[in-house]
């Protein structure tokens, strides 16, 4: 009961320190001159502040520091990696920030801290299916793992172009994990994810439209790190060979985003890895629908997902096969949903 009041405490102060750290980020950002400013490819029109990202960081990480320190009997293995690779991850998208450093040097670091992360956690080698059978990876297992990981954490940049969209999904990712992790009776784990919802709510509380500060690479690269970690520690410490699927599942709406709109600019032959602002939330936007229907339909997409997610570890066998049917069908709206709002436009 103590442990459970600490975290209380502990979860509370971080949404305050975070929406108030947010607010102090916006002034300091401002007077510093840390602007995104607006370009072609922006979905925005004015200069606004960036680098709210960064607090949620320094709560996430710092609540979860003291947390280990106050229930020490909590703390995994080897949770330590996580923790320097997460903040190496943050300080090279806060630097990108600043600088706007070249590409080469933020997938080098990415690189590297997936490779810590692996070689310290573990690597996905074997993957449960419906019926209760799995796929056993053998070697695949770690370019898989290792491309999880760094596909990940720009797919969840991507996700931060309009307001409260990366913010949003993230809050919602936070309290699927938490359910995750109390189902599977990991405190330490569900003390994380608690911590990444509440620091990212507050985070919300200035960047809903119409958004005073964007998030910035700091906080958006972290918190896709984190996504792809989190089920390799729930793994590590459960064994239960059907996590793989349902972490799919929990980020399914952006990998689905971003992995569609990688192809489809490889199919009209349009420059895969430059800016651009045709993912498909964008696309929304960009049909006329304010930022916040397009953050709304992600967190709902997110949620619906996410559930599927959590009972496709605790439904009979043949069940999952039936949610993975239903997550395919909720993909396919989001796609449909961009293309009759476009049609529409045009006519």
């Known amino acids: 009961m103590f442990h459970n009041f600490l975290i209380a405490i502990i979860l509370a102060l971080a949404m305050f320190v975070s929406y108030w750290g947010v607010g102090r980020m916006c002034i ?10 607006p370009g072609e490819r922006s979905s925005h029109m004015v200069a606004t502040p960036i680098g709210g990202g960064a607090i949620i960081v320094l709560v996430t990480i710092v609540g979860f ?30 630097l990108d920030d600043l600088y706007s450093l070249a590409a080469i040097w933020r997938f080098g670091v990415q690189s590297i801290m997936a490779l810590v992360v692996m070689l310290s ?5 074997n993957i ?33 172009g309009i307001d409260g969209n990366a913010g949003g999904i993230g809050a919602v990712a936070g309290i699927i994990w938490a359910i995750i992790a109390f189902y599977f009776n990991q405190p330490y784990l569900l003390t994380l994810s608690l911590l990444i919802s509440v620091s990212c709510t507050g985070f919300l509380g200035h960047n809903w439209q119409p958004a005073k500060i964007f998030m910035g690479d700091s906080g958006s690269t972290f918190l896709g790190f984190t996504f792809a970690v989190l089920p390799l520690l729930m793994l590590k410490v459960t064994g239960n060979m059907n996590i793989p699927v349902a972490a799919t599942l929990v980020v399914a709406p952006w990998i689905w985003d971003a992995t569609y709109t990688f192809l489809r600019r490889l199919w009209r032959r349009e420059p895969a890895f430059t800016a651009h602002r045709t993912y498909l939330y964008q696309r929304l936007s960009s049909s ?59 006519t």
């Open 28 to 37: 300091w950002a401002t007077n510093h001159g840390i602007l995104d400013i």
């Open 65 to 94: 520091s003291i947390t280990g320190l106050l229930i020490p009997h909590w703390v995994m293995p080897n949770i330590q990696y996580y923790l320097i690779a997460s903040v190496v991850i943050a300080l090279i998208g806060w």
């Open 121 to 125: 956690v573990g690597v996905y080698d």
């Open 128 to 160: 449960g299916i419906p019926g209760g059978e799995y796929i056993s990876l053998g070697w695949i297992g770690y370019p898989l793992t290792f491309l999880w990981i760094v596909g990940l954490v720009n797919a969840y940049n991507f996700m931060d």
């Open 288 to 346: 006329g629908y304010p930022h916040r229907v397009g953050a709304l339909l992600y967190i709902v997409l997110s949620i619906l997902t996410g559930f599927c997610a959590f009972l496709y570890l605790v439904v009979t066998q043949w069940w999952g096969l039936f949610l993975l049917v239903l997550v395919l069908f909720l993909l396919i709206t989001q796609l449909m949903i961009v293309l009759v709002s476009e049609l529409r436009q045009t």
